[in-house]
């Protein structure tokens, strides 16, 4: 059985012989921006004597051993090391004039790594944390990083127990947020510093204790599902049934189903659309204080999270799709229904957005879409406006967010305040297609300024590799808005881009590799894995080609009567031959570089373009 929940400051979790460690089977390192700012913010202005209360984990300690599995507070932990290494690199600068100062780094140093007690080099981490951070978290951990030159604290290779690792991913993860929180501090003295760093470490939780993986597992569930202290979502849950309002038992427990674990997410994002950007710690009240009734407010709860179902979909095509006609049946826009083309362009927007494991846009598209249904439910041009802001948000992440990892919780708040404005148009019968089209513009406009350059964009293109998951994803997001480019939504389109399908679906397009990776100078290649050495071809076509040179390969594609469905569907197969034979067969590192630059200006100055409004 698990203990009660015991409180426990930070400076007490990692002032032990404790070593933490984030299981293989947990979500990759997910927090951002936004939530380093949160907690910064929490921790700086918490007026408590015993510090700021940070939310309860669940450890799986086994007796005897040193070992304890984080089950609950994975993003909170790794976050918090990091403040830690920059209030510790912080004050190793303050510590070249300032002998406090210097100790200070020493002692914060204590809480980050186990110190040998003669020599004081560390010798072990207090925080293994998730596998894709891991290299670079270790780096920067060392007591030794805080002397390295600029370019050498964040490399884009290194060496990690004797094998060298590609770490530029992990660096655009874990360096924001370090960047972002040594910011924050640079500018305190050691006195300033030092009452932070006290903050920091007297922040607490509540942590369960559980000794088997069972039982570790059963009280996940249990707290994520009911809570052991109240959230922001309980309290407005409270407030509301407190109203008498009918059928509220009904309508909250669709609520809860559809949001999951995160019902006060779902909340902070419907006030979005009714308030703009608010805090999670203003959230009640502000929530309590809409300018509607209890009534009101509980309908336009519903009427959100039956949008955030859709937008949030992790499910196949079909299902997905005939939950976004429901939304629009309950709406009655049955022309929309029955325009085939307009719905698989929405739908397939919607799709592709929670592919890249965004939800900032929802509250976005929520506001937009309620606006373009209230100003004509008759199907006029605003619908083709709506799309095509939809369509820029789209090609706006995959460039910025998917491929240049930038703009993703940074956007928070701008598409917070812009979901406010387009569903104040929504309450409006005054406002009209050119009140609309004037918000797209504005939005818009804001988006560009964000917007990654053509160099950056291409740079990050030819770094998608094929053995990373991830990137494989954006591969055939690219290689399907490429084979379609300049097609209109309806069935002709070759649908290679399938995230939430089936795997029998998923595989009727595979990639190849041009130059094999079997090939006898495959090891010569620096690019093997770079998109610009890949090709999508249709299921069975793969293993027809494999180990082939580029010069077999791309006459098989070119005059093989078996390949001519493939040449028919995929034009960017005719692409690719034109290509080789521009370049007279020759296929190196360089081709496979400039296939890929020319595949991403295609991309960033036609297919992805930020499209106009009129």
């Known amino acids: 059985m698990s203990k009660p929940p015991v409180d426990q400051s930070l400076e007490n979790v990692f002032n032990g012989n404790s070593v933490y460690i984030i299981p293989s089977y947990q979500r990759r390192y997910a927090w951002g921006r936004e939530q380093a700012i949160e907690l910064f913010d929490d921790?700086?202005?918490?007026?408590?004597?015993?510090?700021?209360?940070?939310?309860?984990?669940?450890?799986e300690v086994k007796e005897g051993q040193a070992e304890v599995k984080v089950v609950d507070g994975q993003q909170r932990l790794t976050t918090l090391t990091l403040l830690l290494i920059a209030i510790r690199h912080h004050a190793f600068q303050l510590g070249a004039t300032d002998e406090d100062?210097?100790?200070?780094?020493?002692?914060?140093?204590?809480?980050?790594?186990?110190?040998?007690?003669?020599?004081?080099?560390?010798?072990?981490?207090r925080l293994k944390p998730s596998q894709k951070i891991c290299a670079l978290f270790n780096h920067l951990a060392t007591p030794e990083?805080?002397?390295?030159?600029?370019?050498?604290?964040?490399?884009?290779?290194?060496?990690?127990?004797?094998?060298?690792?590609?770490?530029?991913?992990?660096?655009?993860?874990?360096?924001?947020?370090?960047?972002?929180?040594?910011?924050?501090?640079?500018?305190?003295?050691?006195?300033?510093?030092?009452?932070?760093?006290?903050?920091?470490?007297?922040?607490?939780?509540?942590?369960?204790?559980?000794?088997?993986?069972?039982?570790?597992?059963?009280?996940?569930?249990?707290?994520?599902?009911?809570?052991m202290r109240l959230e922001v979502s309980d309290l407005i849950k409270t407030e509301l049934f407190s109203q008498d309002i009918p059928g509220i038992e009904q309508k909250w427990e669709a609520i809860e189903d559809i949001a999951g674990e995160s019902p006060t997410r779902l909340l902070k994002y419907f006030y979005y659309t009714q308030g703009g950007h608010v805090t999670k710690k203003d959230l009640f009240k502000k929530t309590k204080q809409l300018p509607c009734t209890p009534q009101e407010r509980l309908d336009r709860i519903?009427?959100?999270?039956?949008?955030?179902?859709?937008?949030?979909?992790?499910?196949g095509s079909e299902a997905s799709q005939n939950g976004l006609k429901a939304f629009f049946d309950k709406k009655g826009v049955d022309w929309l229904i029955q325009n085939e083309a307009?719905?698989?362009?929405?739908?397939?927007?919607?799709?592709?957005?929670?592919?890249?494991?965004?939800?900032?846009?929802?509250?976005?598209?929520?506001?937009?879409?309620?606006?373009?249904?209230?100003?004509?439910?008759?199907?006029?041009?605003?619908?083709?406006?709506?799309?095509?802001?939809?369509?820029?948000?789209?090609?706006?992440?995959?460039?910025?967010?998917?491929?240049?990892?930038?703009?993703?919780?940074?956007?928070?708040?701008?598409?917070?305040?812009?979901?406010?404005?387009?569903?104040?148009?929504?309450?409006?019968?005054?406002?009209?297609v050119e009140d609309f089209v004037q918000l797209c513009e504005s939005l818009t406009r804001?988006?560009?300024?964000?917007?990654?350059?053509?160099?950056?964009?291409?740079g990050a293109f030819a770094e998608l590799d094929y053995e990373d998951e991830d990137d494989k994803l954006a591969i055939f997001y690219a290689f399907d808005r490429?084979?379609?480019?300049?097609?209109?939504?309806?069935?002709?389109?070759?649908?290679?881009?399938?995230?939430?399908?089936?795997?029998?679906?998923?595989?009727l397009y595979s990639l190849d590799h041009i130059y094999p990776q079997s090939g006898k100078d495959s090891g010569t290649f620096q690019k093997i894995h770079s998109i610009g050495n890949?090709?999508?071809?249709?299921?069975?076509?793969?293993?027809?080609?494999?180990?082939?040179?580029?010069?077999?390969?791309?006459?098989?594609?070119?005059?093989?009567?078996?390949?001519?469905?493939?040449?028919?569907?995929?034009?960017?197969?005719?692409?690719?031959?034109?290509?080789?034979?521009?370049?007279?067969?020759?296929?190196?590192?360089?081709?496979?570089?400039?296939?890929?630059?020319?595949?991403?200006?295609?991309?960033?100055?036609?297919v992805c373009k930020i499209k106009p409004y009129r």
């Open 446 to 458: 804001e988006l560009t300024s964000l917007h990654a350059s053509l160099e950056t964009f291409t």
């Open 302 to 315: 519903c009427d959100f999270a039956d949008f955030f179902r859709i937008a949030e979909v992790k499910s």
């Open 101 to 125: 100062a210097k100790t200070m780094s020493s002692s914060i140093g204590n809480f980050i790594v186990f110190k040998h007690n003669v020599t004081g080099k560390a010798k072990g981490f």
């Open 43 to 59: 921790i700086l202005n918490s007026d408590s004597a015993k510090g700021s209360f940070l939310g309860t984990m669940i450890f």
């Open 145 to 227: 990083w805080d002397s390295l030159t600029e370019e050498a604290r964040f490399p884009e290779r290194i060496n990690d127990q004797g094998t060298i690792r590609q770490i530029k991913r992990q660096v655009k993860k874990v360096r924001p947020i370090f960047d972002y929180f040594l910011s924050r501090i640079k500018g305190m003295d050691t006195v300033a510093l030092s009452k932070y760093s006290e903050k920091v470490l007297a922040s607490f939780f509540y942590i369960f204790r559980v000794s088997n993986s069972e039982e570790s597992m059963e009280l996940f569930e249990r707290t994520n599902a009911r809570g």
């Open 482 to 507: 490429l084979n379609n480019k300049g097609l209109s939504f309806s069935r002709d389109r070759t649908k290679i881009y399938r995230p939430f399908e089936d795997k029998i679906r998923r595989k």
């Open 342 to 432: 307009k719905l698989l362009e929405l739908h397939s927007t919607i799709i592709s957005l929670s592919s890249f494991t965004l939800t900032q846009h929802i509250p976005l598209c929520y506001g937009a879409i309620s606006a373009a249904i209230s100003i004509s439910r008759s199907g006029s041009q605003v619908f083709s406006k709506m799309l095509n802001l939809m369509g820029n948000l789209e090609s706006f992440h995959f460039i910025n967010t998917v491929i240049c990892n930038k703009a993703g919780n940074e956007i928070e708040t701008l598409y917070a305040d812009y979901a406010m404005k387009f569903t104040s148009l929504a309450y409006d019968e005054s406002k009209g």
């Open 534 to 606: 890949l090709v999508i071809l249709s299921a069975g076509d793969n293993s027809a080609m494999q180990a082939k040179s580029p010069e077999e390969k791309l006459k098989m594609l070119r005059d093989d009567p078996a390949f001519s469905a493939t040449r028919a569907n995929l034009k960017i197969i005719p692409e690719l031959i034109d290509f080789y034979t521009r370049n007279n067969g020759k296929w190196d590192d360089s081709t496979i570089l400039e296939r890929s630059n020319l595949m991403a200006r295609s991309l960033y100055t036609e």
